[in-house]
Nanobody, 125 residues
Protein backbone atom coordinates (compact mmCIF):
# COMPACT_ATOMS: atom_id res chain seq x y z
CA UNK A 1 0.00 0.00 0.00
CA UNK A 2 1.29 3.44 -0.92
CA UNK A 3 -0.02 6.68 0.53
CA UNK A 4 0.39 10.03 -1.21
CA UNK A 5 -0.17 13.11 0.88
CA UNK A 6 -0.51 16.63 -0.48
CA UNK A 7 -1.86 20.06 0.35
CA UNK A 8 0.54 21.54 2.87
CA UNK A 9 1.83 25.07 2.70
CA UNK A 10 2.29 28.40 4.42
CA UNK A 11 -0.73 30.23 5.80
CA UNK A 12 -1.36 33.05 8.24
CA UNK A 13 -2.94 32.41 11.60
CA UNK A 14 -6.69 32.09 11.23
CA UNK A 15 -6.39 30.75 7.72
CA UNK A 16 -7.28 27.37 6.26
CA UNK A 17 -5.61 24.51 4.45
CA UNK A 18 -6.86 21.20 3.11
CA UNK A 19 -4.69 18.10 3.13
CA UNK A 20 -5.35 15.06 0.96
CA UNK A 21 -4.16 11.48 1.29
CA UNK A 22 -4.71 8.92 -1.45
CA UNK A 23 -4.03 5.23 -0.94
CA UNK A 24 -3.10 2.88 -3.77
CA UNK A 25 -2.02 -0.72 -4.12
CA UNK A 26 -3.59 -3.40 -1.93
CA UNK A 27 -6.16 -1.16 -0.34
CA UNK A 28 -9.13 -2.21 1.73
CA UNK A 29 -12.68 -1.01 2.12
CA UNK A 30 -12.13 -1.40 5.86
CA UNK A 31 -9.26 1.04 6.06
CA UNK A 32 -8.87 3.45 8.91
CA UNK A 33 -7.00 6.51 7.69
CA UNK A 34 -5.36 8.86 10.11
CA UNK A 35 -3.42 12.08 10.26
CA UNK A 36 -0.53 12.65 12.60
CA UNK A 37 1.84 15.58 12.95
CA UNK A 38 5.33 16.14 14.22
CA UNK A 39 6.84 19.46 15.15
CA UNK A 40 10.61 19.92 15.53
CA UNK A 41 11.85 18.39 18.76
CA UNK A 42 8.50 16.82 19.56
CA UNK A 43 7.03 13.37 19.25
CA UNK A 44 4.59 12.46 16.52
CA UNK A 45 1.07 13.17 17.74
CA UNK A 46 -2.39 12.11 16.70
CA UNK A 47 -4.54 14.65 14.88
CA UNK A 48 -7.57 12.84 13.46
CA UNK A 49 -8.70 9.51 12.01
CA UNK A 50 -11.66 8.17 10.08
CA UNK A 51 -13.12 4.75 9.30
CA UNK A 52 -13.69 4.81 5.55
CA UNK A 53 -16.48 2.25 5.66
CA UNK A 54 -18.59 4.09 8.19
CA UNK A 55 -17.31 7.65 8.39
CA UNK A 56 -16.76 7.39 12.14
CA UNK A 57 -14.17 10.00 12.97
CA UNK A 58 -11.90 10.76 15.89
CA UNK A 59 -10.09 13.97 16.81
CA UNK A 60 -7.41 15.17 19.15
CA UNK A 61 -8.72 17.66 21.68
CA UNK A 62 -6.36 20.30 20.31
CA UNK A 63 -8.04 20.32 16.88
CA UNK A 64 -11.64 19.43 17.77
CA UNK A 65 -13.96 22.01 16.27
CA UNK A 66 -11.31 23.44 13.93
CA UNK A 67 -10.31 20.44 11.81
CA UNK A 68 -12.60 18.11 9.91
CA UNK A 69 -11.57 14.73 8.53
CA UNK A 70 -13.54 13.16 5.69
CA UNK A 71 -13.08 10.25 3.36
CA UNK A 72 -14.25 8.67 0.17
CA UNK A 73 -14.22 4.91 0.57
CA UNK A 74 -14.47 4.14 -3.14
CA UNK A 75 -11.40 6.26 -3.82
CA UNK A 76 -9.41 5.24 -0.73
CA UNK A 77 -8.87 8.91 -0.06
CA UNK A 78 -9.02 10.96 3.10
CA UNK A 79 -9.03 14.72 3.54
CA UNK A 80 -8.21 16.95 6.45
CA UNK A 81 -9.82 20.38 6.33
CA UNK A 82 -7.97 22.65 8.72
CA UNK A 83 -9.64 25.92 9.69
CA UNK A 84 -8.74 28.61 12.21
CA UNK A 85 -5.13 27.55 12.05
CA UNK A 86 -2.79 28.56 14.84
CA UNK A 87 1.01 28.87 14.92
CA UNK A 88 1.10 25.82 17.20
CA UNK A 89 -0.39 23.77 14.34
CA UNK A 90 2.91 24.16 12.50
CA UNK A 91 4.35 20.71 11.87
CA UNK A 92 4.99 18.06 9.28
CA UNK A 93 1.71 16.25 8.76
CA UNK A 94 1.68 12.54 7.93
CA UNK A 95 -1.17 10.38 6.73
CA UNK A 96 -1.40 6.74 7.77
CA UNK A 97 -3.65 3.78 7.08
CA UNK A 98 -4.41 0.34 8.44
CA UNK A 99 -7.27 -2.11 8.61
CA UNK A 100 -9.89 -2.68 11.28
CA UNK A 101 -8.30 -0.80 14.15
CA UNK A 102 -10.15 -0.74 17.42
CA UNK A 103 -11.07 2.72 18.61
CA UNK A 104 -8.26 3.05 21.15
CA UNK A 105 -5.71 2.07 18.54
CA UNK A 106 -6.67 4.78 16.08
CA UNK A 107 -4.80 7.38 18.14
CA UNK A 108 -1.51 5.50 18.37
CA UNK A 109 1.00 5.86 15.51
CA UNK A 110 2.39 2.38 16.17
CA UNK A 111 -1.00 0.93 15.20
CA UNK A 112 -0.59 1.92 11.56
CA UNK A 113 1.38 -0.15 9.07
CA UNK A 114 1.23 2.24 6.14
CA UNK A 115 2.53 5.80 6.04
CA UNK A 116 2.75 8.53 3.48
CA UNK A 117 5.48 11.07 3.11
CA UNK A 118 5.04 14.14 5.24
CA UNK A 119 3.71 17.45 4.08
CA UNK A 120 4.80 20.67 5.77
CA UNK A 121 2.20 22.97 7.28
CA UNK A 122 3.49 26.32 8.50
CA UNK A 123 1.23 28.83 10.23
CA UNK A 124 2.65 32.31 10.68
CA UNK A 125 1.53 34.62 13.47
Amino acid sequence: VQLQASGGGLVQAGGSLRLSCAASGRTSTRFVMGWFRQAPGKEREFVAAIRLNGDTSYYADSVQGRFTISGINAQNTAYLQMNSLKPEDTAVYYCAADQTLITSATRRPESYDYWGQGTQVTVSS
